[in-house]
């Protein structure tokens, strides 16, 4: 399992991923989920993965060989995001079909799908963030709901709703999308570091800035021992039962 997320506000994209790639407990290892793909002054996308890492690595390398090879389409000639996440959603459908069909061929039972979540900018459009699903078709986060989740989702989900607005400044967002993978991270073990984290400022179409947080980084010690004191102090501020009152 993994978790990744993007939030767009009025300012840009916040991206984070967590790193863990398991095929049981006693096989885990450390792939990144997050791929920039940017020409400086043109565009500038990132593309989150969830699933099967087989598939998601074919589908991570044929959309870089379509750019070397400069083959039409590939992800630099497309005109609208939209264009980009169909394009992708069809490489994605045929590596599922193809690896599918190695596995039903080995007899394995292993699964083939794939998720993925595309933001990002290019020039003359407004930055989006547009969700992949396994099948090929695809939808963009809504002014409602400004965030996009893949993978382990649930636990991660309640800060978002509570913090999350077009408004929100990318940096709280940011913040808010490590409070999210942290809390994801506690109640899941298949979730894990080195956390990824991108931060894309809207028009700029240059690279997102991008950082990597191991578990023991000086930030997510932080991080995590702020927000943990901060909930404390919260809950012993809950209001009291009428029959407390009354003691």
């Known amino acids: ?7 767009k506000t009025n300012t840009g ?37 969830s699933g099967n890492l087989a598939t998601t690595q074919a589908v991570v390398n044929t ?10 389409p590939n992800l630099f000639t497309c005109r609208h995001l ?13 590596e599922q079909l ?3 069909a190695a596995f039903q061929d080995a007899g394995a039972n292993a699964g083939a799908s794939a998720t993925m979540i595309l933001g990002g900018q290019i020039a003359g459009r407004p930055p989006e963030i547009i969700l992949i699903y396994p099948e090929g078709n695809y939808i963009s986060a809504s002014p409602e709901t400004p965030y996009l989740q893949i993978g382990e989702t649930k636990y991660g989900k309640p800060i978002l709703d509570r ?9 709280d967002a940011a913040r808010c999308a490590m409070v999210s993978l942290d809390s994801t991270m506690r109640a899941n073990l298949s979730v894990g570091p080195p956390l990824e984290l ?9 690279k997102p800035i991008q950082r990597v947080f191991k578990l023991q980084s000086p930030f997510i010690k932080s991080l995590q021992k702020s927000w943990g004191e901060g909930l404390q102090r919260a809950f012993k501020r809950l209001p009291r039962f009428d029959w407390e009152n009354s003691q």
């Open 1 to 7: 399992m993994t978790y990744c997320l993007a939030i």
């Open 13 to 49: 994209i916040v991206f984070a991923s967590d790193s863990r790639t398991n095929a049981g407990v006693d096989y885990i290892r450390t792939y990144s989920k997050m791929h920039v793909f940017a020409k400086p002054g043109d565009r500038s996308l990132v593309l989150l993965t």
């Open 63 to 72: 959309i870089q060989n379509d750019i070397e090879d400069e083959a039409k």
């Open 82 to 94: 939209h264009d980009a996440a169909k394009y992708i959603g069809e490489i994605s459908r045929k």
């Open 98 to 100: 193809r690896h599918a």
């Open 163 to 171: 913090i999350i607005a077009n408004s929100t400044s990318l940096e």
């Open 198 to 206: 991108a931060i894309y400022r809207a028009d700029s179409l240059e």
